[in-house]
């Protein structure tokens, strides 16, 4: 993860649209970092510290990825919060939360309002008394909220609406896990999805998957096997193939270079890199680039 936020001005058409989308982030806090790390990163209306706490006037939804904390509101008692937990934070309600200084936390957020956010939100679809939702360290989640911020980060045109839909496709996946949490009984399907949530967390710096499986209670030759009975495909293929539709994906959303592409999806080889990206596409990355771009024009 890279850490990144960035505060979204809206104007008069996203306030008839209905739904906006006014901040999104990620960020990566390290065991003992003080938290939030640094208040010249956010507006004053944002930050906050843990004695005092904070009083926002939209709607945010916080997904911890990884480590472990503490979250308070008014109307709650202090909640551990653990990896693969969401978070609501509702207008006009007090809290504040922070990771655990022995572990530290990552976590993904976006902050959204409108007149389509206050009428969902008031169908208790979300409940400001139970603010907190399992949902697993779930890839689908994941995958959307980097899509947000690719989106935010190459800002093409029009795309305050674009947004609106990956926060409303959040949303739904968080409530969809929030109703269905209790039914998943499959351990081993569990284990293979954690695996995959942690692939695609670590496309920007590769990963030794027989580290990543330690992680998991399950032996490297068993994870090989159950993962390609589950997914078809070996877990390194699948990783390879991450990092690939990643690159694809840059190289059509982003002005990068192929360098900086490769770079992005963990790829320290530049020749490695394309070699592998035109095995798999028939193109080289270049080639790939210009071929998109003349589909357009």
Same mark, same amino acid.
């Given at each position: 993860?890279?850490?990144?936020n960035k505060y979204l001005p809206?104007?008069?058409?996203?306030?008839k649209?209905?739904f906006y989308?006014?901040?999104?982030?990620?960020s990566?806090?390290?065991?003992?970092?003080?938290?939030?790390?640094n208040k010249?990163?956010?507006?004053?209306?944002?930050y906050f510290?843990?004695?005092?706490?904070?009083?926002?006037n939209?709607?945010?939804?916080?997904f *911890?990825?990884k480590? $472990?904390? &503490?979250? /308070?509101?008014?109307?709650?008692n @202090?909640?551990?919060?653990?990896?693969g937990?969401?978070?609501?934070?509702?207008?006009?309600?007090?809290?504040?939360?922070?990771?655990n200084?022995k572990?530290?936390?990552?976590?993904?957020?976006?902050?959204?309002n409108?007149?389509?956010?206050?009428r969902?939100?008031?169908k208790?679809?979300?409940?400001?008394?139970?603010?907190?939702?399992?949902v697993?360290?779930?890839?689908?989640?994941?995958?959307?909220f980097?899509?947000?911020l690719e989106?935010?980060?190459a800002?093409p045109?029009?795309y305050?609406?674009?947004i609106?839909g990956?926060t409303l496709?959040?949303?739904?996946?968080v409530n969809?896990?929030?109703i269905?949490?209790?039914?998943?009984n499959?351990?081993?399907g569990?284990?293979?999805a954690k695996a995959k949530?942690l692939?695609r967390?670590?496309?920007?710096?590769? *990963?030794d998957?027989? $580290?990543? &499986?330690k /992680?998991?209670?399950?032996?490297? @030759?068993?994870?090989?096997?159950v993962?390609?009975?589950?997914a078809?495909?070996?877990?390194?293929?699948?990783?390879l193939?991450l990092?690939?539709?990643?690159?694809k994906?840059l190289?059509t959303?982003?002005?990068?270079n192929v360098?900086?592409?490769?770079?992005?999806t963990?790829?320290?080889d530049i020749?490695y890199f394309s070699?592998l990206f035109?095995?798999?596409n028939g193109?080289?990355p270049?080639?790939?680039?210009?071929?998109?771009?003349?589909q357009?024009?």
């Amino acid at each position: 993860m890279i850490a990144y936020n960035k505060y979204l001005p809206f104007t008069a058409l996203e306030e008839k649209w209905g739904f906006y989308v006014n901040t999104v982030g990620c960020s990566r806090v390290a065991p003992a970092q003080s938290y939030p790390s640094n208040k010249h990163e956010h507006p004053s209306s944002h930050y906050f510290t843990w004695n005092s706490g904070r009083i926002l006037n939209g709607y945010y939804l916080v997904f *911890i990825s990884k480590g $472990e904390g &503490v979250f /308070e509101s008014v109307g709650t008692n @202090s909640i551990n919060v653990s990896a693969g937990t969401c978070f609501f934070l509702f207008p006009g309600v007090w809290h504040r939360y922070k990771p655990n200084e022995k572990s530290g936390w990552e976590e993904y957020w976006v902050g959204f309002n409108g007149e389509y956010p206050q009428r969902l939100m008031s169908k208790d679809f979300f409940n400001k008394e139970l603010p907190l939702v399992n949902v697993g360290l779930n890839e689908e989640l994941l995958m959307l909220f980097q899509q947000l911020l690719e989106v935010v980060k190459a800002s093409p045109v029009g795309y305050h609406q674009v947004i609106t839909g990956i926060t409303l496709q959040i949303l739904g996946l968080v409530n969809a896990m929030s109703i269905y949490e209790h039914y998943d009984n499959d351990p081993t399907g569990k284990l293979i999805a954690k695996a995959k949530f942690l692939m695609r967390e670590s496309i920007e710096k590769p *990963i030794d998957l027989q $580290e990543l &499986v330690k /992680e998991l209670p399950m032996g490297y @030759s068993k994870f090989r096997k159950v993962f390609k009975e589950q997914a078809g495909i070996s877990p390194n293929q699948y990783y390879l193939n991450l990092r690939l539709k990643k690159a694809k994906e840059l190289l059509t959303s982003t002005s990068l270079n192929v360098e900086e592409v490769a770079y992005h999806t963990g790829f320290d080889d530049i020749f490695y890199f394309s070699k592998l990206f035109k095995k798999k596409n028939g193109l080289s990355p270049k080639a790939f680039r210009i071929e998109h771009l003349n589909q357009l024009s």
